[in-house]
């Protein structure tokens, strides 16, 4: 079992940043990669950034350019720093980890007002 606890969401006008935190307990050694899923107020879901292992990322074309995933392994904890945030930006975000399954975080809320 792992479990996943996010924080960092909150209000921002555009053009501003943020940066959400996910830290992983439990089995974490059973992880192969870990990122971020957002879904809007219209349940539209879409995969933001993924951190592998290996250290290699990738990134929803939405986000490319703006937001970075990056990790601490020491922490167990995985970072999704947002810039230039725009109202479409708005959405809850997930953090989640893949293993044999897949884990997710309780969510939190980014709101981005124009």
């Known amino acids: 079992q792992v479990q996943l606890v996010e924080s960092g969401g909150g209000l921002v006008q555009a053009g501003g940043s943020l940066r959400l935190s996910c830290s992983a307990s439990?089995?974490?050694?059973?992880?192969?990669?870990r990122g971020w899923y957002r879904q809007t107020s219209e349940n539209q879901r879409e995969l933001v950034a993924v951190?592998?292992?290996?250290?290699?990322?990738t990134y929803a074309d939405s986000v490319r350019g703006r937001f970075t995933i990056s990790r601490d392994n020491a922490k167990n904890t995985i970072y999704l720093q947002m810039n230039s945030l725009k109202p479409e930006d708005t959405a809850v975000y997930y953090c989640?980890?893949?293993?044999?399954?897949?884990?997710w975080g309780q969510g939190t809320q980014v709101t981005v007002s124009s």
């Open positions: 989640y980890a893949k293993s044999n399954v897949n884990y």
């Open positions: 439990g089995s974490t050694f059973s992880i192969t990669a």
């Open positions: 951190i592998y292992n290996t250290g290699r990322t």
